[in-house]
T-cell receptor, first 113, second 110 residues
Framework: AAGVIQSPRHLIKEKRETATLKCYPI?????VYWYQQGPGQDPQFLIS???????DKGSIPDRFSAQQFSDYHSELNMSSLELGDSALYFC????????????FGQGTRLTVV | GENVEQHPSTLSVQEGDSAVIKCTYSDSASNYFPWYKQELGKRPQLIIDIRSNVGEKKDQRIAVTLNKTAKHFSLHITETQPEDSAVYFCAASWGRALTFGSGTRLQVQP
């Protein structure tokens, strides 16, 4: 069965650079979530989209932005990267119905040096 | 917003014993409570979930109980096996975004 696809799997950037993470949800899932997970931490909700519109916003820094496109894939854009942005970034998708299972992608490991 | 507290942070059991992880939540509007298992460097994977109209749910060796009045829910793993070793996260939601607990590192000793 198709799963949530994230790219790239690993990314190394220097401070003050920009990064773009991509997420391809499970077909027919119209809700996408982005989470940030630091080492030894729980996943922290950043932002979500439903039917290509932002639906919820969590602890996403102003330096980050995201959008969901007409094919339902989503991109997380991160600018002016800081060392503290180094983390695992997970995308999850779910069907549009509220409170259903969120399926997580493999994650993108971002390292800022 | 929602706040989820999870205990214990680490749990070590002998193979075959039971393990119990507890979570409390703050927002009485929350009505969906999933549990995720995460192995090192891998994605969180749903192992069981419960909705607010149910007090208990069981799936083989795993069960979850929910007390909406007290705003707490628990994960029970029976007959633990070494492959159960991982970090377990509880979560709560009243809408679409999940709020996670801080995680419990479960170590099952052979």
């Amino acid at each position: 069965a198709a799963g949530v696809i994230q790219s790239p799997r690993h990314l190394i950037k220097e401070k003050r650079e920009t990064a773009t993470l991509k997420c391809y949800p499970i077909p027919r899932h119209d809700t996408v979530y982005w989470y940030q997970q630091g080492p030894g931490q729980d996943p922290q909700f950043l932002i979500s989209f439903y039917e290509k519109m932002q639906s919820d916003k969590g602890s996403i820094p102003d330096r980050f932005s995201a959008q969901q496109f007409s094919d339902y894939h989503s991109e997380l854009n991160m600018s002016s990267l800081e060392l503290g942005d180094s983390a695992l970034y997970f995308c999850a998708s779910s069907p549009g119905t509220v409170n259903t299972e969120a399926f997580f992608g493999q994650g993108t490991r971002l390292t800022v040096v | 917003g929602e706040n989820v507290e999870q205990h214990p942070s680490t749990l070590s059991v002998q193979e075959g014993d039971s393990a119990v992880i507890k979570c409390t939540y703050s927002d009485s509007a929350s009505n969906y409570f999933p549990w995720y298992k995460q192995e090192l460097g891998k994605r969180p994977q749903l192992i069981i979930d419960i909705r607010s109209n149910v007090g208990e749910k069981k799936d083989q060796r795993i069960a979850v109980t929910l007390n909406k009045t007290a705003k707490h829910f628990s994960l029970h793993i029976t007959e633990t096996q070494p492959e159960d070793s991982a970090v377990y996260f509880c979560a709560a939601s009243w809408g679409r975004a999940l709020t996670f607990g801080s995680g419990t590192r479960l170590q099952v000793q052979p």
